[in-house]
């Protein structure tokens, strides 16, 4: 296995393990994040999780990472940043 693979096999696991906690999330009643979102409010957050030293913190870091990204793209209407790269 080359390092591409490695890199694409982990950024994929990753996904999954954030997917997973998003659903988990969604199912304890947590929603809005795409369309409410206060992205200052999601780097507080972001931080706070990073600060833990836990598997589960890293992927709420990781989460919050994602939904400040998400935001971000659909006030600057950057739907397709980071397409064919």
Same mark, same amino acid.
């Given at each position: 296995?080359?390092?591409? %693979? ?12 954030? +997917? *997973?906690?998003? $659903? ?9 994040? %795409? ?12 931080? +706070? *999780?990073?600060? $833990? ?33």
């Amino acid at each position: 296995m080359n390092e591409s %693979d490695r890199i694409n096999m982990a950024i994929d696991r990753f996904a999954e393990v954030m +997917k *997973a906690r998003m $659903n988990t999330k969604r199912h304890q009643g947590w929603k809005g994040w %795409d369309y409410r979102s206060n992205p200052n409010q999601l780097l507080y957050n972001a931080a +706070k *999780a990073v600060a $833990n030293d836990d598997l589960e913190s890293a992927v709420d870091c990781a989460n919050y990472c994602m939904m400040i990204w998400n935001v971000k793209c659909k006030e600057g209407n950057l739907h397709d940043y980071g397409k064919g790269k």
